[in-house]
């Protein structure tokens, strides 16, 4: 599943993959996967709205 974050390695936005969400304390969502790219680990905050339709997302293609 396609989510696209800054990549550090390749100092460019670069899509990434393994995706884990999790909730941060604040209620925002930290999503946590790899550069396609170059592998370097990639981070990026979601608002509950976008972690909720990535959610969706995510089970569509699980189907
Ligand atoms: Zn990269």
Do not use: P, W, Y
């Amino acid at each position: 599943m396609a989510l696209e974050g800054r990549c550090m390695g390749c100092r460019k936005n670069r899509e990434m993959r393994d995706v884990n969400l999790s909730k941060t304390k604040r209620g925002t969502f930290m999503a946590k996967g790899t550069c396609t790219k170059c592998g370097t680990k990639m981070a990026r905050i979601l608002s509950v709205t976008q972690a909720e339709e990535f959610k969706k997302k995510q089970k569509e293609v699980s189907k």
